[in-house]
C-alpha cells in the first residue's frame, strides 16, 4: 500500500503564506486523487480540496476557494498544498490521503490511505 508523508507546517503570523507537502511513497496505477484535510481541536476532519492523478482535475472545498491551491509533482510523486493569506481559522493539522476509488470525493471514508498529519499554527 502506499505510504503518505505531509511535511512544510509550522507557526507563521496571520497573512501569511505556507506550502505543504505530500510525499507518496510511488504512484501507482490505481490512485484515483490524492486529497488534503484539516481538523482543528474539538472539531471533526474537514476536506480542503483534492487533485485527480489523471487528468489533474482540481476540487476544492468552498471555504478553502481563493486562497488555497493544490498542485502535482509527478515525478517528484509530491503533491502541495499552497496556503495564502492564512487566517486564524486555519490552523489545524493537516492531513494528505490517497483515494483509490474516487477522483472527486469530499468524503473522508473514500480515501484508503493517510499520512500522520502536519500541524499549521497562525499566531494571534
Known amino acids: 500500500q502506499v505510504q503518505v508523508a505531509e511535511s512544510g507546517g509550522g507557526l507563521v503570523q496571520a497573512g501569511d503564506s505556507l506550502r505543504l507537502s505530500c510525499l507518496l511513497s510511488?504512484?501507482?496505477?490505481?490512485?484515483?486523487?490524492i486529497g488534503w484535510f484539516r481538523q482543528a481541536p474539538g472539531r471533526e476532519r474537514e476536506f480542503v480540496g483534492c487533485?485527480?492523478?489523471?487528468?489533474?482535475?482540481?476540487f476544492y472545498a468552498d471555504s478553502a476557494k481563493g486562497r488555497l491551491a493544490i498542485s502535482r509533482d509527478n515525478v517528484q510523486n509530491t503533491v502541495y498544498l499552497q496556503m495564502n493569506t492564512l487566517k486564524h481559522e486555519d490552523p489545524a493539522v493537516y492531513y494528505c490521503a490517497v483515494s483509490t476509488t474516487y477522483r472527486n470525493s469530499a468524503d473522508a471514508r473514500d480515501y484508503q490511505a493517510w499520512g500522520q498529519g502536519t500541524h499549521v499554527t497562525v499566531a494571534s
Open positions: 510511488q504512484l501507482t496505477f490505481d490512485i484515483d486523487a
Open positions: 487533485i485527480a492523478c489523471r487528468g489533474g482535475y482540481l
